[in-house]
């Protein structure tokens, strides 16, 4: 039985509701609402059409048994007024294969009015009780209000309403409740029956929407009452309050640790006034003055182009679904390295693509008729506004999540909208600010472009630190998410020594930094003035100094730094750097290009080491659950015969054409832990030279695990040459993940127990009379290189910025007190204690960086 439409003008038009229809089929469905909106004047009798026209090009089933039809955007011509035809189909009318829809929404509109209609259809999808209400309701009234009512979830009721089963409970999270929380929130939700609500004041949420919970703005202090009904709802209201009140240890601790960091002694340069810090961790040092430039800004030109909505329903799909793979895997990664607490971040950020607020809005845009990657675009950008129109920083920072993800998932929509750019860099003196940086983002950088580095995540001694101590650039690590919050434009200043960036400094304080940087600089123009003599002790005995370089072109500048020769080429940047892997002639092109960049002098060519923190997506590995301790180095050479014999062949093929000596040329295999491994690489290494009828190069090997320390005097018998990864080293001997920012201070390459495990590589190098060098981070140190001479240490090789100053401390002292600093160094009981030797010894004055 048919009931009279039910009238009700609101903002957006006039609704007209017709209970208890049938429908034939879908043209059925849709010809009667759109008779419905002819009969009330509100279009033209050919408007009719043009709804089914729309519906031959997109699907406009919204979802849960909805659906809205509507007129082609070239028909609106034919709008009178703006109106609203409901037509309720109780038994259902078959949509599209799969899909009955029984609230038939036909809309005429003009301008964008009906937006807001569309939202409020969102809104009752998710409120599945709600929704079976009205479509089960023989009130006309009810329906229509259901649609005139408030926009927004987190909108203010004059009397918001909670559910049955009721508890309460005060935020007591120091930052609020901010994405990691509720992301935790929502996981609980979503594993019940029940139906739950959150409500503070009049303000309510639906904790399965990490979006809604966030709109609600919460702060420490605020009272909110919790509430459930339908299936186990008491279990259910009891688990999310278990689970809000476990995370209080958890936030407090963060928010503790947070401001232990700004706590901490200011070392280095201070500003004079009180101006606002974040605090890191020292990853690269000097200091850097530019404008704030956040990686990935949300300031893209989205191109707009219209598809089918089932084909751009399905491509929003896809590029969701690969988005959360990816995600997966950061997420994996993030936990191994950093630890689940940092792993939520990126948690939280997967949790926005499930969220249906997000999803339905662009859903919705798509149904207007634009296209999936704008449609995406704009959605993001409207939530992300919303929650930092909210007035909490906290909240701010989770809009740039939320445009971070976002990033990620336009790259899957398009390609060319790739996330993480930074070809917009202004042209200089840029502070780069992102969440992280990859070891060849880092590598790609333009340092005539970037002023200094800081990043949320990351360790003082990733290799993307490295990286930055090699291009000379000031960087700070682990910063945290605030620097997110940081405007784009904002003057600030990092500081590499001191793991500091300083926000908004008055030009006092700029001046101040700059004539800290101007008195740096003079004293290292005092040391490079002698880098090109040989380091070279007080009595006598000379220290090899190299450069770790990477390219061909990176060579020269090393020389001119006083380097003399090349302790470490990294080939694992020539895939690193490109989209597959070079192949055999491409590698021997890069080997030979270092051989005549050198003219005869040595050069160390580590064979490819991947794995831990450096991931190659092209070469298919498989994924592992703790990478720095599965298939990595030797491991994976060994493994993959593909990815060992080109680097072997073209390795031996430029030796050959260098010359009877091999140009110089040494090969060096990473992350041996056993005696086997070596010969194994040792005699493939024979048959691939013999078959080449190439010259024999020195073959040495990585110290990088306790294992092959303390097993040094056995692997000398089948290896050339030791030279000791101090960064791995440290990380293994400690068990500390080197880029935990938790434990950054912690992963100390001047702990005894290291130096007592290199003090050991050198004895059992001697007893075959094998050259040890040290290729880690210490060796850049002017102390640290001191302090490896001191342990029998013959070649030290680092970033090339670095030579000078190690160079200039090396030649103020005698080689007897070296050892005798080495041997106090042995008996210390922490790297505290080690580091304070620094002031008792002979020539440290002004020598430390």
Known sequence: MLADSARVRGAEGTTHVRIGAEAASKEDAIRQAGQILVAAGTVEAGYVQSMLSREDVANTFLGSGVAIPHGLKEDRALVRHDGIAVLQVPDGVEWNPGQTARLVVGIAANSDSHIAILRRLTRLIQDEARLEALIASDDPEAIARALEGEETAAAPAEAATDYAQTAEWTVDYPAGLHARPASAWVETAKGTEARLRVRHGNYVAD????????????????????????????????????????????????????????????????????????????????????????????DLDVPDTPVDLVAGGAELDEALTRTRAQMKSLIDDTTRRLGASDAAIFRAQAELLDDTDLITLTCQLMVQGHGVAWSWHEAVGRVAGQLS?????????RAADLHDVGRRVLAQIDSSLAIGTSDDLPDEGAILVASDLSPSDTATLDPARVAGIATVLGGPTSHSAILARTLGLPSVVAGGARLLGVASGTTAIVDGDGGRVWIDPTEADLASARAWIAAQQERRAAEEAERGRPATTTDGVQIEIAANVNRPDQVPFALAQGGEAVGLMRTEFLFLEARHSPDEDEQYATYRGMIDALEGRPLIVRALDIGGDKQVPHLDLPEEENPFLGVRGARLLLRRP??????????????????????????????????WELVRLRARCEEIRAALDAPKVPVGIMIEVPAAAVQARALAQHADFFSVGTNDLTQYALAIDRQNPELAAEADSLHPAVLNLIATCVEGAKAHGRPVGVCGGIAGDPFGAALLAGLGVG???MTPRDIPAVK????RAAMAELRDLAQRAL?????????????QNIGAAGSCE
């Open 207 to 298: 904790p399965r929407s990490l979006i809604s919970l966030l709109q609600l703005g919460l702060r420490e202090g605020d009272r909110l009452i919790l509430s459930a009904e339908g299936t186990d709802a008491r279990a259910a209201l009891d688990a999310l309050v278990k689970t809000a009140r476990n995370l209080t240890a958890r936030e407090r601790r963060d928010a503790e640790l947070a401001a232990e960091k700004q706590r901490a002694p200011v070392t280095g340069w201070k500003p004079e006034g009180d101006i606002a810090m974040i605090a890191g961790v020292a990853a690269s040092p000097g200091i850097a003055i530019g404008t704030i430039h956040v990686l990935a800004a949300p």
């Open 795 to 797: 070649e030290l090789s």
């Open 389 to 397: 129109a909210l007035g909490n920083p906290v909240l701010a920072a």
């Open 827 to 839: 008996a210390a009981s922490d790297p505290g204690e080690v580091r304070a030797l620094d002031e």
């Open 808 to 811: 200039a401390r090396l030649r």
């Open 642 to 675: 593909d990815l060992l014999d080109p680097q072997l062949r073209a390795l031996y093929r430029a030796a050959k054409d260098a010359g009877a000596d091999g140009g110089g040329l040494s090969i060096m295999f990473p992350m041996i832990t056993s005696v």
